[in-house]
């Protein structure tokens, strides 16, 4: 193993970086070289065209700043297989051979991790480092940390706002079909209701848990002021299971539709009972916020962050985690240890698992949802008592979110 190509793809998030960055260096460290290939696996593909590519030198991984989330390798969403040419895999390999490239490490989501499994599977020897803000591989996932710690100081922060106005905010973030980054960023920020899409939504639950809190707070306070805070993962589900989305987005280029409307459905129906409920001219009245015409119900706001909650700086976890996930991947390419995901470095233990079972979607357990509805938190559910079995643990624990 001579030289390595660093590739990130799917959608960027902190600690990416951190990987591109890790790996570089313990390529250097070992006397491999390392280079970016740009532009994710579109610039794989074009490798065979691009007339150099850079190398990441001791001095240029040096320049590279770790802890700013994206990639400096660049990124793009697509899928090789579904590429028309029948050549695909012999370009890639042709490019590769250009540039001297004996392996790749490649970060990535599940999609990305398909990839690479299809990569793989042609011949073509690679690592992958688990990259997604959506946290549902079955290891941590860079990026993850990230966007927890960002959604939380948006619920936060938005909380301020909220109780000036009076309001009930909703806040819809992105993570796909698992609502891992709306659960953690939610209880960390206190939300008073979680909706995810492992539980679909019960819109009259919800109500009924806003409705209460939120003027519970209000008639409580000295100065008849309060907020409630609903944090809204991206893929919800309705009670009856169907998904919630604006018809409108168009799919992007892995073929999946941009999920988007969650928090707008959330208001819609959350305003359509408050309009219905003959209880809340009373509560408006008592709250001393009743003004016929002007001001008869509470307000339902929606906030969408978008790409704000992947972008920016990374977490410190994430950037320790990217760094070893990317010097692993490097570590075990060197062993001739290919087509596997870095689960993380213990110690002088590189793990790491079949990148096949590493990429198979994990979703919320609804036992860690049960611990938090016993504690007060709304899921959109009828609430279900905990029920905690005792296990004393023996010896070393590592767990992630
Ligand atoms: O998979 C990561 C992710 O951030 C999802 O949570 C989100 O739905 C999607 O990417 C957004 O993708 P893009 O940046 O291509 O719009």
Known sequence: MKK???????????????????????????GITPYVIPNGYAGLYNLIDCDTITALTPDRADKIDANLAGSEAGHSRVKV?????????????QGMK??????LVISGGDDSGSVMVDLFEQGIKCVHAPKTMDLDLQTYSVGGDSTV??????????KTTAITHNRI????????????????????????????????????????????????RILKSDVLAGQ??????????????SEIYDESSTPDSFGHKKLAGAAKFVCQE???????????????????M?????????????VVPGHLVRCGHSSAYDVNFGKEAGAAGVLLLKQGITGVTVVGVDGNKVRYMESKKAIEQRHVDLNQVAIYEQMGTCFGRPVSAYKPSFEKEEGKIFRHL
């Open 149 to 158: 710690n960002k959604i939380s100081l948006y619920v936060e922060e938005l």
């Open 98 to 103: 250009k540039f001297g490239i004996d392996g």
């Open 169 to 216: 905010m909703v806040l819809e973030v992105f993570g796909r079909y698992a609502g891992h980054t709306a659960f953690r960023g939610g209880v960390a920020a206190d939300a008073d209701c979680i909706l995810i899409p492992e539980v679909p939504s019960d819109f009259d639950i919800v109500y009924n848990h806003m409705k209460e809190r939120f003027f519970a």
């Open 4 to 30: 390595i190509g660093i590739l990130t793809s799917g959608g960027d998030c902190g600690g990416l970086n951190g990987v591109v960055k890790g790996a570089a260096q313990m390529a250097n460290s070992l």
């Open 228 to 241: 409630y805070m609903i944090v809204v993962a991206e893929g919800l589900k309705n009670a009856d299971g």
């Open 290 to 302: 009743y003004v016929e015409k002007m001001n008869e119900i509470p307000e339902v706001r929606s």
């Open 270 to 288: 959350l305003t359509k009972r408050l309009k219905a409920d003959p209880e809340i001219k009373d509560l408006m009245k008592k709250a001393k």
């Open 81 to 93: 297989k579904k590429i028309e040419d029948p050549n695909k895999y012999e370009r890639i390999k």
